[in-house]
Antibody, heavy 121, light 113 residues
Framework: QVQLQESGPRLVKPSETLSLTCSVSGYSISSGHYWGWIRQPPGKGLEWIGNIYRSGSTYFNPSLKSRVTISVDTSKNQFSLRLSSVTAADTAVYYC??????????????WGQGTLVTVSS | DIVMTQSPDSLAVSLGERATINCKSSQSVLYSSNNKNYLAWYQHKPGQPPKLLFYWASTRESGVPDRFSGSGSGTDFTLTISSLQAEDVAVYYCQQYYSTPLTFGGGTKVEIK
């Protein structure tokens, strides 16, 4: 059974870059599927950030596209998120997840536990 | 962007009673070439990640109790819990995957009356 686990700094200063890594176990990223990042600000709903395929092909939410980088390391079975120039509005629980199909247009069938990242000086 | 609007924002239902959650998309998420609705439902409990309940609007994910059902087509969808159990207390979200950006509804909080 696939398992995902987010890791990275929980506190980021304003204007700096948020960096998170999702470690995947029980399934090889190289086998297929898209992999994604979703976030949930405190008290708010879910927001899709972007998806990546094993090839490195990416799709991003236009609202964040200028600040987001998603990369994949198949040798480590990990994928990563970088969000630049963060503000307090980027404070959220960040989830990594697996897209159910080998297409970026699908549902999320497995999720990490999520990690709260706070943007504060 | 396809805007997903859920109603109500919250509802309180007695144990054993029916709970109905609505989700409306700003444009159709029915893909005519395969006659599939590109809509999923999730259950989200505090401190846990969202859990997939349905995809293709009405296909139940493995392990989801059959008291849960998904229905609808085009722009109007419904998640129904036929007999609410204590463990069903959660926030429920719909999500469209017809086009990017992938978008979620605002969530519906289900509580026990």
């Amino acid at each position: 059974q696939v398992q995902l686990q987010e890791s990275g700094p929980r506190l980021v200063k304003p204007s700096e870059t948020l960096s998170l890594t999702c470690s995947v176990s029980g399934y090889s990223i190289s086998s297929g599927h898209y992999w994604g990042w979703i976030r949930q600000p405190p008290g708010k709903g879910l927001e899709w950030i972007g998806n990546i395929y094993r090839s490195g092909s990416t799709y991003f939410n236009p609202s964040l596209k200028s600040r987001v980088t998603i990369s994949v390391d198949t040798s480590k079975n990990q994928f990563s998120l970088r969000l630049s120039s963060v503000t307090a509005a980027d404070t959220a629980v960040y989830y990594c997840a697996r897209i159910s199909y080998s297409t970026y247009l699908a549902w999320f069938d497995s999720w990490g536990q999520g990690t709260l990242v706070t943007v504060s000086s | 962007d396809i805007v997903m609007t859920q109603s109500p924002d919250s509802l309180a239902v007695s144990l054993g009673e029916r709970a109905t959650i609505n989700c409306k998309s700003s444009q159709s998420v029915l893909y005519s070439s395969n006659n599939k609705n590109y809509l999923a439902w999730y259950q989200h409990k505090p401190g846990q990640p969202p859990k997939l309940l349905f995809y293709w609007a009405s296909t139940r994910e493995s392990g989801v109790p059959d008291r849960f059902s998904g229905s609808g087509s085009g722009t109007d969808f419904t998640l129904t819990i036929s007999s609410l159990q204590a463990e069903d207390v959660a926030v429920y979200y719909c999500q469209q995957y017809y086009s990017t950006p992938l978008t979620f509804g605002g969530g519906t909080k289900v509580e026990i009356k």
